[in-house]
């Protein structure tokens, strides 16, 4: 990109700017010279293909970084102008949230994070709902 002062942008899920994505592609990416210069946040993308598989999808564009130029988020018909767009397509630092193994509080460590395995028995219908919340009052 350097050599020929150029930029690219692609299309790809938008697994590529959330969860483990993230800290394993765009520090390779993102770094001193280069910067992204547009997002469009996940849309869904969908074909004229019989039974076709609507995707989630992110366009994304990757220039020289230039310090000059404002940068843009897509989100719908919204387009909201900043000075940096991260790998996470929002308004913000370049930061990279990467996992870890260890809490870093006095916390236990936790196990399982959100997952459904109680078969909906904590499922609450409306009216069980308010009527746990009056009880509590």
Same mark, same amino acid.
């Given at each position: 990109?350097?050599?020929?002062?150029?930029?690219?942008?692609? &299309? #790809?899920? %938008?697994s590529?700017?959330?969860g483990?994505? =993230?800290?394993?592609?765009?520090p390779e990416?993102i770094n001193d010279?280069?910067?992204?210069?547009f997002g469009?946040?996940a849309?869904k993308w969908s074909?004229?293909?019989?039974?076709?598989?609507?995707?989630?999808?992110v366009?994304?564009?990757?220039?020289?970084?230039s310090a000059?130029?404002?940068?843009h988020i &897509? #989100?719908? %018909?919204?387009v909201i102008?900043?000075?940096? =767009?991260?790998?996470?397509?929002?308004r913000?630092?370049?930061?990279?949230?990467d996992?870890?193994?260890?809490?870093?509080?006095?916390l236990?460590?936790?196990?399982?994070g959100?997952m459904p395995?109680?078969?909906?028995h904590?499922?609450l219908?409306r009216?069980?709902?308010?009527?746990?919340c009056?009880?509590?009052?």
């Amino acid at each position: 990109m350097k050599a020929a002062n150029s930029a690219f942008a692609f &299309v #790809s899920t %938008s697994s590529m700017c959330e969860g483990l994505q =993230v800290p394993v592609l765009w520090p390779e990416i993102i770094n001193d010279k280069n910067e992204i210069f547009f997002g469009h946040k996940a849309f869904k993308w969908s074909n004229l293909a019989n039974n076709n598989a609507g995707v989630s999808v992110v366009i994304v564009g990757v220039s020289l970084r230039s310090a000059k130029r404002k940068k843009h988020i &897509v #989100s719908g %018909s919204e387009v909201i102008t900043a000075d940096n =767009v991260n790998c996470y397509l929002l308004r913000a630092p370049n930061i990279f949230v990467d996992t870890r193994t260890k809490p870093i509080s006095t916390l236990s460590t936790m196990v399982m994070g959100a997952m459904p395995r109680d078969g909906g028995h904590l499922i609450l219908e409306r009216e069980e709902m308010s009527c746990a919340c009056g009880a509590l009052a």
